[in-house]
């Protein structure tokens, strides 16, 4: 019977390795698990179909334990390395350089077809949130309050309505960070890295006058994690 579930988890492995970046579809890694899943299953059949029909086995009850525990810490060690080859190779190359990647990013895009009034020091609260990883970035506030510690990105790319003129800070906690502005000729647009502490406060407000921008999707900003600490 030992013989047997070894010679199912060798087999398990060599399709593994042959299978490469198959493994990558969740079909794939399913179908192997649900091997596994049986071959421990046959194993147990096995052990009881033995015990009923009374046949005789070797050793004490103390080797028959550590045999399968033994198997099973085989079959565990078998759906790890499963588990590792269902990531990508990009993903196996960060892994193996020491570069984890993050999952903290939001983006926030103007929808509306009608133009979007914006008052004097307003928060942009634009009506779609487009991406919003780790949870960070408010909807009903326009702020983005930092899950985790680190170097951030953010960006804005503001199109002011037909004649027109729009401005663009950046604010972190109260402070200014950066400045933009624009008429109708162009977006009012900015990149800037900042660190950003974990719960600190980040939001893209407007100038200190009344003004409309243009929406249609031609309006967004965001921000994304791009050195934890």
Not at 161 to 187: F, H, M, Q
């Amino acid at each position: 019977m030992e013989k047997a579930i070894i010679c199912c988890i060798f087999a398990l492995m060599s399709l593994a390795l042959s299978a490469g970046s198959g493994l990558d579809k969740p079909s794939t890694l399913k179908s192997l698990n649900l091997r596994m899943k049986t071959t421990e299953r046959q194993a147990f059949t096995s052990a009881l179909h033995e015990r009923s029909i009374g046949r005789k086995t070797q050793g004490s009850s103390q080797d028959k334990q550590g045999s399968r525990e033994s198997m099973n810490a085989r079959l565990v060690a078998v759906e790890r390395q499963l588990l590792a080859f269902k990531s990508t190779p990009s993903e196996r190359a960060l892994r193996n350089t020491g570069i984890v990647r993050n999952d903290v990013s939001f983006e926030v895009t103007c929808s509306r077809s009608t133009p979007y009034t914006v008052y004097g020091n307003q928060i942009y609260r634009f009506d779609t949130v487009t991406l919003n990883n780790g949870g960070g970035y408010h909807k009903s506030t326009g702020v983005f309050e930092a899950p985790k510690s680190g170097t951030y990105l953010f960006w804005a790319s503001i199109l002011p309505n037909i004649k027109k003129y729009v401005n663009v800070i950046l604010n972190k906690e109260g402070r200014r960070l950066v400045i933009t502005g624009s008429n109708d000729a162009s977006p009012s647009s900015f990149f800037y890295v900042v660190h950003v502490r974990r719960g600190e406060r980040v939001w893209f407000q407007a100038g200190g006058y009344t003004t409309t921008i243009y929406g249609h999707q031609h309006s967004s900003y965001g921000g994304t994690l791009i050195h934890q600490q």
